[in-house]
């Protein structure tokens, strides 16, 4: 079932034992986020979390963890909530088949209930702002879909962007916005600057579960982010038009802010807990002009905690990262089987294919590097065997320990990019990148002595369902 709402979405997690409400009194600092950091500890059936009594604020509604396990990833999708993580990934390049369904513009979005223009645009009045960790530099908004067209194709939706970066709020009427170099919105305020210009955008806060997942894809430059919403939707993605600057932004999300990134304009935005698990310090990044607010009445915050994986970011950008990498191997690589590129969301590159000679396997994984997500991400990737499943690490350690021989199955290549996040680069957006072979050489590479694999008893499989059943029916 689609939801278009983020409200429909609490409601359907509440049904499913997949909502906690935190009753209780509680600091917005710092139990909402430690609330948050602890939620997926729970495993991967932790539930969202709601909090409606926050010390300091007055009707302040905030929505946490909501994608924070993989059964939130499931019901995002319309999926059993006991669905295997193997299973949401074939799910999810299933449903890219149907991309893409253009969205379906409504109108009277509930977001137009209130306004507040010019002058009067508090972000303060909106949002009941809290911090995430102890050393960020501020408060922060990193669970909206920034909305930005390509200001040199502006009626081209393929080149229109939705994207989630993360935000500091600086002021009343002032956020900075991190820009990374591999996004499609770097490429929009580098046309819209080098044109002398502003870049208008409008970020869509409290969205229905798919945007966010949609949202978070490292799609290609070309393709609209709203159409790939409705094909994992399986209905259009319903939109309208923000008052201000005309972008599309989702129909039933809580708070629409529109502005400017103003050209050539920069200030200190940081230091911040990141997905890598470590602080970035303070970067000099664009400044965006607040000009109108328009938001539902008692809006719900939705936020996202982020640090040490595995903390809610990473499942909600875990699938949606390995199924383009995997679609973009498939087009050259039909022999690709499966791709894993969820830790730390494509940093680690796992991939299993057929061989069609020696050498193939590596030839696979530096493609991996230049794919248009391995360009800033991937910094190792290690290919193994087709019979291997790259989302179970113990066979995949099993292939590490067994096929790789260092004197001729790692690629060590220096000085590729990689977003300026990464803790391991050797300087900021520079690294060596490395690929790991460990597939069972075929000709004419004849090194290694593997004779006849072991393969599963043919009995084995039936045993599997047989001891399922009855350790069920204990």
């Not at 946490?64 to 074939?90: F, Y």
């Not at 390509?150 to 081209?156: H, L, Q």
């Not at 969301?345 to 991939?351: A, F, R, S």
Request: with cysteine; aromatic share 8%.
């Amino acid at each position: 079932m689609a939801h278009d709402d983020l409200r429909s979405f609490l409601d359907a997690l509440d049904r499913e034992g997949q909502l906690l409400r935190v009753t209780d009194e509680v600091m917005p600092e710092p139990d909402l986020a430690a609330a948050a950091n602890a939620a997926p500890r729970l495993g991967d059936t932790a539930p969202a979390l709601y909090f409606d009594n926050v010390t300091g604020f007055t009707g302040a509604r905030i929505a946490l963890n909501v994608h924070g396990s993989w059964a939130n990833h499931a019901l995002a999708l319309g999926l059993p909530k006991d669905t295997p993580v193997k299973r949401q990934v074939e799910e999810f390049i299933r449903r890219w088949s149907d991309f893409p369904v253009a969205p379906e513009w409504r109108a009277d979005p509930p977001w137009a209930q209130n306004t507040l223009d010019g002058d009067a645009a508090d972000i303060f009045q909106v949002l009941p702002l809290f911090r995430l960790n102890d050393g960020d530099g501020g408060f922060y908004i990193d669970k909206a879909a920034v909305v930005s067209k390509d200001p040199e194709d502006p009626d081209n939706s393929g080149k229109q962007n939705v994207g989630i970066y993360r935000i500091e709020v600086k002021g009343r009427r002032k956020l900075a916005l991190q820009p990374v170099p591999m996004h499609d919105i770097a490429q929009h305020l580098h046309k819209a600057e080098q044109a002398g210009e502003d870049l208008p955008v409008a970020i869509a806060l409290g969205n229905e579960p798919v945007i966010s997942i949609a949202a978070s894809t490292p799609m290609k430059y070309d393709e609209n982010e709203y159409e790939l919403a409705g094909a994992l939707r399986g209905a259009p993605a319903p939109v309208a038009p923000a008052p201000l600057t005309g972008l599309p932004v989702p129909w039933g999300c809580e708070v629409v802010i529109e502005g400017v990134i103003e050209g050539r304009k920069r200030e200190i935005e940081g230091p911040f807990g990141e997905f890598t698990g470590h602080y970035s310090g303070g970067r000099s990044m664009p400044v965006i002009r607040i000009d109108k607010i328009s938001y539902r009445s008692r809006p719900v915050l939705e936020h996202l905690y982020l640090g040490m994986p595995w903390t809610e970011v990473d499942y909600l950008i875990a699938a949606n990262t390995c199924v383009p990498l995997y679609q973009q191997l498939k087009t050259e690589f039909p022999e690709v089987q499966a791709v894993n590129a969820m830790y730390t969301h494509g940093l680690v590159v796992i991939v299993s294919t057929a061989k069609r000679y020696g050498g193939f396997a590596k030839a696979v994984g530096l493609r991996v590097l230049t794919t248009p997500h391995g360009l800033g991400y991937a910094t190792t990737v290690i290919v193994v065997d087709e019979d291997v499943d790259p989302f179970d690490l113990p066979q995949v350690m099993w292939a590490l320990s067994t096929k790789m021989n260092p004197s001729g199955d790692l690629i060590r290549i220096p000085n590729l990019p990689v977003l300026e996040l990464a803790p391991q680069a050797q300087l900021p957006g520079i690294t060596d990148k490395l690929v790991i072979d460990a597939t069972t050489p075929v000709a004419p590479d004849t090194r290694g002595n593997y004779g006849n694999p072991v393969r599963d008893l043919p009995e084995t499989a039936a045993w599997l369902d047989r001891l399922q059943k009855l350790a069920a029916d204990r």
